[in-house]
C-alpha cells in the first residue's frame, strides 16, 4: 500500500480553492477533469465543477473534487483518507476488512478510468476511498 493521501471535497467551489492553495503553497495542479469532460452523465450546471483534480507542492499531495451533482458536503463529510493499492488482492481483502461495520457508499468495482475503486464510511465514522490502478495498456 501507498501513503495516505487527502482527498478534499467541495461545494461547487474546487477550483477557487485549488488555485488558491497553488499561490499559498506554491504547488501546481497536476490533473483536472470536470463533470462536463468525463464519460458520466451530468447536469449543464455541473459541467464545469470539478470531478477529480490532484495537487502537489513539494511532498505534500492532495485530491480534490467538488460535491457531485445534487449532493452537498458539510464540515466533517468533506474529507477522506485516500488508499492506493499495488494489487487487486490487497484492495479486496483491505475494503471488506474496513467494511465490517460500516456503510460502503461504493462497492469496489471497475471504472472508465482503469482503476478499481470503492468509497465508504468506516464504523468510526471516518471517509476512506480505495483504488488500484490497473497496469497500462
Not at 497536476?30 to 502537489?56: N, R, V, W, Y
Not at 445534487?70 to 494489487?87: A, D, E, H, R, W
Amino acid at each position: 500500500m501507498e501513503a495516505i493521501v487527502p482527498y478534499l471535497n467541495f461545494n461547487g467551489n474546487a477550483a477557487e480553492a485549488l488555485a488558491f492553495y497553488a499561490k499559498v503553497f506554491d504547488g501546481q495542479v497536476l490533473f483536472q477533469q470536470t463533470f462536463g469532460e468525463s464519460p458520466m452523465e451530468s447536469k449543464p450546471e455541473s459541467k464545469d465543477k470539478i470531478m477529480h483534480a490532484s495537487f502537489q507542492a513539494g511532498d505534500l499531495t492532495f485530491m480534490v473534487s467538488d460535491s457531485m451533482p445534487g449532493q452537498s458536503v458539510s464540515s466533517g463529510t468533506n474529507m477522506s483518507l485516500s488508499l492506493n493499492f499495488k494489487t487487486v488482492e490487497s484492495i479486496d481483502k483491505t475494503f471488506v476488512a474496513l467494511a465490517e461495520g460500516a456503510k460502503v457508499t461504493m462497492p469496489l468495482q471497475d471504472t472508465f478510468w482503469g482503476a478499481k475503486f470503492g468509497m465508504l464510511t468506516d464504523k468510526f465514522n471516518i471517509n476512506w476511498m480505495f483504488n488500484h490502478d490497473y497496469a497500462k495498456k
